[in-house]
């Protein structure tokens, strides 16, 4: 029976979890978790999101050599170091390039509070500018630029959601996406943001009850959707 506790399951089911609400980024988008042993990260390689299984992850440490890798991870993987070496709190990172996020970072415009699961992301974002003169994908300016939010949405390209488990960057992720697309036409439409004093009571009750309910219900799907995850000869 296939242990769902490992770091590889974890990041698998994410994957897939953010697929199918959303997320796919091709085979550039990624996943990570920092190592048990503090040393590292273990991220996910270059397919697609609904492939990765849960022996198909690479460990990498600080300075980006690979202790154990069965595939090709991405050249991006110097931003996760470095946020990772700034942020104690972070315990995964992901990188997506999913359509509505990447539209709206196209416009340089923060997710609006146009929905109850964006209070996720109230006073959370952050922008990173690839204006040519610098490297696209500058990890320490990359974790300059996003502080101590969870979100860093990079122009005409996608964003980064951190989180403290790999279950909350997934659930995190994939509510991004559903909040930029209701920004987005909410915006057309006409829609009005709600309170700021009843954002931030919501944002603490999304926090403590949703994010895990999310990972939970999205699991039980899993099984149902996806079960060459569960086989334990993968």
Not at 31 to 45: C, H, K, Q, W
Not at 87 to 109: E, K
Not at 112 to 127: I, P
Request: glycine letters at 8%; aromatic letters at 8%; a negative charge.
């Amino acid at each position: 029976m296939i242990d769902m506790t490992t770091v590889g399951f974890r990041l698998a089911a994410a994957r897939r979890i953010m697929y199918r609400n959303g997320c796919d980024s091709t085979v550039a988008g990624h996943l990570s978790a920092r190592a048990a042993d503090g040393e590292g990260f273990v991220m996910t390689p270059f397919e697609y999101f609904d492939e990765t299984l849960p022996t198909g992850t690479s460990t990498l440490d600080w300075d980006l050599n690979v202790i154990g890798s069965p595939s090709e991870t991405s050249p991006a993987a110097s931003f996760h170091s470095s946020i990772y070496r700034r942020r104690d709190d972070v315990g995964a990172i992901a990188h997506i390039h999913s359509h509505w996020v990447s539209v709206l970072a196209s416009t340089d415009q923060f997710i609006g509070m146009y929905n109850v699961g964006a209070s996720l992301f109230h006073e959370e974002q952050a922008d990173y500018v690839d204006d040519g003169t610098v490297p696209s994908v500058d990890g320490e300016r990359m974790a300059d630029r996003l502080g101590s939010r969870s979100v860093l949405l990079m122009r005409n390209h996608g964003a980064v959601v951190v989180a403290d488990t790999i279950e909350h960057a997934a659930i995190l992720a994939l509510m991004l996406e559903q909040s930029a697309r209701y920004h987005l036409e909410c915006t057309v439409a006409g829609g009005r943001e709600i309170a700021e004093d009843e954002v931030r009571r919501v944002k603490g009750q999304y926090h403590k009850y949703f994010l895990d309910q999310m990972w939970t219900a999205n699991l039980r799907r899993l099984r149902r959707s996806d079960p060459d995850l569960f086989e334990s000869d993968r």
